[in-house]
């Protein structure tokens, strides 16, 4: 039972630092983007104004904005006056813009590699190419969406890739200049902040994985420490039970023993005492069968149960479970039907026919009189399932979760005196041979127990 624990709360622990991880590394692979992003943008759109002064068209606002915000950044103050440029853009006066902007004494070349990296492309309406003389042949064909979309709207700007697979931002603006309609389209090659970003994701893997290594470790360590006082107290409790088990029992039998020999030797006439040893006897049995089932269960918890793993043949165990059993429906007025037996299992004999015993007799207990409990078994691929189906009030919703619970019992599903352990040894002497035990149930139709175990034919 701990070690399930334990790996289940190491994986937790995992989890959430795994998640912390992906949180921390993926917030830094994106804000890198990100600024890599914005940082291009308005390279594009600061060229973009300086090629708006220079061909003397006034200044959209947001390039206006990008511009103030190109210097500022850095640090730097606007050639000439901030407001000037502002106030040329806003008044409409173009040849004061230009003017500013040609008085810069340090010009583009001044500028960090952000901007050489951006190439111009002059296009007509139609998003041609416009040679002018000593230009060379543009390195990338036009991209003609993004031609339409500023015709359309007056800007554009995306990311598109080239023939070489590198990816690459593109600016396009509309202008008019004299009545003629043209295009210019600015771009830069995202390659190298393509392989930064590579660099950043590898490195982020990298120490991603030994962070994993180690935090799997030290969850393991740290799981293990916070179970240990658990697990020493739940030992020391199943150690408890064991042994006050054996010690009852030889009590026990004792005390049945003497009131067996005083029942006898009673005279036939003395009802009263005789009623009251007979009592001392029954509970002697009861207690007896409960101290036997707290063994079975702390054996069961301690993995020291040793279960024997060999070919069943249902069709003769069903059959013997049925005489055994027989006689006990019929004193209650129950049908014990055997439908469709077939099929062998790999298991325990002596645990197999104790599980079917306890569920047997929780249907016939809940089933009333001229009711029917069913016995079948099928194959079922690599495994065998063997039902057993009754007649009875059924189980509520709110019970059934609890069913194979210790000591859970409730008037619906558990009555008449039962030690509530049944159901949780027959679970846990399944689960010992590797099989499945589930329950269903709806109150007035009846219950439905299913066990699935390996069939003789598929491998354990």
């Known amino acids: ?97 230009a003017e500013n902007h040609s008085d810069d004494p340090r010009g583009e070349e001044a500028f960090d590699g952000e901007l050489a990296a951006i190439f111009v492309l002059p296009l007509d309406a139609e998003g041609v190419w416009i040679a002018t003389p000593g230009a060379s042949t543009p390195a990338i064909v036009p991209n003609r969406s993004a031609t339409v979309t500023a015709l359309a709207h007056g800007s554009d700007i ?19 200049m004299s009545g003629e309609l043209r295009l210019v389209q600015m771009g830069r090659t995202l390659a190298d902040q393509d392989r930064v970003l590579r660099k950043l994701l590898i490195g982020l893997l990298g120490l991603g994985g030994a962070s994993v290594l180690c935090l799997s470790v030290s969850s393991w360590w740290l799981t293990g420490r916070s179970l240990r006082p658990a697990q020493e107290s739940w030992e020391r409790q199943q150690t408890f039970v064991a042994n006050a088990s054996h010690e009852l029992r030889t009590p026990l039998t004792l005390m049945r023993a003497s009131a067996e020999v005083a029942l006898r030797s009673l005279p036939a006439d003395d009802a009263d005492r005789r009623e009251l040893l007979g009592d001392v006897v029954h509970e002697s049995d009861h207690m007896s069968r409960l101290v036997a089932e707290l063994l079975l269960l702390s054996r069961l918890d301690a993995g020291q149960l040793t279960v024997e793993r ?37 298991g325990d004999p002596t645990c197999l026919r104790q599980v079917l015993l306890i569920v047997l007799d929780n249907a016939l207990h809940h089933t009333p009189p001229g009711g029917e409990v069913r016995l079948e078994a099928c194959a079922r691929g690599r495994h065998v399932e063997i039902m ?14 609890h069913v194979f619970e210790r000591f859970y019992r409730a008037d619906s599903a558990h009555s008449g ?44």
């Open 158 to 176: 995306r990311t598109d890739y080239i023939r070489n697979g590198s990816r690459v931002r593109l600016l396009t603006y509309r202008i008019e």
């Open 1 to 97: 039972m701990f070690r399930g624990l334990h790996v289940r709360l190491t994986l937790l622990y995992l989890l959430a630092a795994l998640a912390l991880i992906v949180l921390i590394g993926g917030g830094a692979y994106w804000l890198v983007g990100s600024y890599f992003r914005t940082t291009t943008d308005l390279a594009l759109q600061h060229r973009m104004a300086h090629e708006f002064v220079r061909l003397g068209v006034r200044l959209p606002p947001e390039l206006t904005a990008a511009d103030v915000a190109w210097y500022t950044n850095r640090g730097q103050l606007l050639p000439n006056q901030p407001s000037t440029v502002v106030s040329a853009a806003n008044t409409g006066d173009d040849q004061t813009n």
């Open 310 to 346: 060999q070919t069943i043949v249902l069709p003769e165990l069903l059959s013997d479970v049925q005489r055994q059993l027989g006689r006990l429906a019929d004193e209650r007025g129950v049908r014990l039907v055997i439908g469709l037996m077939s099929g062998a299992v790999q």
């Open 417 to 460: 005196g039962g030690s509530g352990l049944g159901l949780s040894i027959a679970k846990g002497l399944i689960e010992a041979q590797h099989g499945q035990i589930t329950i269903a149930s709806q109150p007035g139709q009846g219950t439905r127990v299913t066990v699935i175990l390996p069939s003789a034919r598929a491998p354990a």
């Open 388 to 401: 057993i189906a009754d007649t009875g009030g059924g189980i509520t919703p709110e019970h059934l979760p």
